[in-house]
């Protein structure tokens, strides 16, 4: 007979309280999730968390938006330097996370017409 083994789930919660109460993560702990190069353009402006939430907003709408687009990287990096420029502009009403999703969403949409235009046929330059 084999023996399974026991979980104590009350130790288990006092574990995972104490790794949540620790200090901040730095930009280490994000590289197996976040590609470098957005890691290196956000850096200077918002905390490792934040990052992370922002490279999850990019593949969410970058799946939504522009499914054929696979380099979703630059894009990113141009909507994030369009939305810290419109913040430091104070265009920026309800909040960044917000606006960050429509900039992506603008940059993504025409990613996508640029992706599927190539793929056209034009049927009026037959020959």
């Known amino acids: 007979m084999k023996r399974r083994e026991t979980f ?7 574990d995972l309280k104490y790794i949540r109460q620790q200090e901040e ?22 905390k490792a968390e934040e990052a992370f939430s ?12 522009a499914p054929e ?3 979703i990287i630059e894009p990113a990096i141009r909507a994030f330097k369009s939305s810290v420029m ?4 104070k265009r920026v009403k309800k909040g960044f996370g ?3 999703w429509g900039a992506l969403q603008g940059v993504f949409a025409v990613e996508q017409r640029k992706r599927v235009r190539e793929n056209m046929f034009n049927w009026l330059e037959i020959n």
């Open 86 to 89: 419109a913040y430091k502009m």
């Open 25 to 46: 993560l730095d930009f280490s702990y994000l590289t197996e999730f976040v590609p470098q190069e957005f890691i290196q353009a956000v850096k200077p402006f918002v």
């Open 69 to 71: 687009v696979m380099e």
């Open 8 to 14: 104590n789930l009350k130790a288990f919660n006092k």
């Open 98 to 100: 917000a606006y960050f």
């Open 54 to 65: 922002l490279w999850g907003k990019v593949q969410a709408v970058s799946k939504r938006m």
